[in-house]
């Protein structure tokens, strides 16, 4: 269980932190609006939901069948 924390607190300050993520939204949003900018950060956050999500199978795996 404490890896599953680990996981979820390691995703939660690279999605909070400013990055690339940030310059796209902040350009997209100024050139084209603030609805393409928020089409922009849902689009970023799906993205993040899926590697999550994966990441979490794969610890689960091999937290399965690794043996004690």
């Known amino acids: 269980m404490a890896e599953f924390i ?20 902040t350009k997209n949003s100024y050139l084209y609006g ?8 849902l689009g970023i956050s799906l993205g993040v ?4 999500t994966y990441t979490l199978v794969a610890v689960a795996f091999v937290m399965t ?3 004690q």
């Open 6 to 25: 680990a996981v979820i607190l390691i995703t939660i300050l690279a999605v909070v932190s400013p990055g690339a993520d940030f310059a796209i939204v």
């Open 34 to 41: 603030r609805k393409i900018g928020v089409f922009t950060s």
């Open 49 to 52: 939901l899926v590697q999550v």
């Open 65 to 67: 069948y690794t043996p």
